[in-house]
């Protein structure tokens, strides 16, 4: 009888290179599963807001909308590109940020969409967000995008296109993430609103040293 200790270094070799596959495949399915929930998210919302909202507001305009968690406040800007060229300038305060949702926005940024973006988040950002800051601060290196971090639990989106003369100031209790509470957002169609945030937010200085410094 063999020794029952001695194995065939290629057959154990084999059988490794098996289990490593199949913990490859694994991770790759759980990460489809992921990609493909935020997918469905994005799409819910945008035929949500595609029903209930114009693509394009008139001067003087404000909707209210009240929703169960299926809507983000990314939705609404997601929404509102729909119905300009591109924004030449968004800023959004938040408390916190999905890593899907930055994704998104360099998408734009690439594209074209969005000229400028400002992030201004929360304190526990650079900590308990630590991948999400890193990549923020990455666009803010490749795109000359600015992030500022404060004492924020703000949630307000600002979108301008200059030459249109359409300024959005969108107001929320959702932060651009999803989760599955009620929430409410008001969108207004008003430059004077648009210019009263913007002005309070380019008046916050930045808590964190990494943080871009660049001006808007």
């Given at each position: ?128 967000y630590g991948d999400e800051y890193e ?60 210019g009263f945030y913007l002005e309070f ?16």
């Open positions: 009888m063999g020794d029952l200790f001695e194995f065939d270094p290629q057959q154990v070799a084999a059988i490794e290179a098996s289990m490593r596959q199949e913990r490859a495949d694994q991770a790759k399915a759980r990460a489809q599963k992921v990609r493909s929930r935020v997918q469905m998210r994005r799409a819910n919302a945008e035929k949500t807001l595609e029903e209930i909202l114009p693509p394009r507001l008139e001067a003087g305009d404000s909707w209210h909308v009240i929703s169960r968690g299926d809507i983000d406040a990314l939705s609404y800007l997601r929404h509102a590109l729909t119905g300009v060229s591109h924004f030449d300038h968004v800023l959004m305060s938040t408390w916190c940020i999905a890593k899907a949702d930055l994704e998104e926005i360099t998408a734009w940024l690439d594209a074209g969409r969005i000229d400028f973006f400002e992030l201004y988040a929360g304190e526990i950002f650079p900590n308990q990549q923020m601060l990455r666009m803010c290196e490749t795109y000359g995008a600015r992030i500022v971090v404060a004492k924020n639990h703000s949630k307000v989106t600002l979108a301008a296109n200059h030459e249109e003369g359409y300024y959005l100031a969108m107001e929320s209790s959702a932060n651009v993430n999803t989760n599955p509470r009620i929430e409410q957002t008001a969108i207004h169609c008003n430059a004077e609103l648009h937010f380019h008046g916050i200085q930045s808590i964190d040293r990494h943080s871009a410094t660049s001006q808007a």
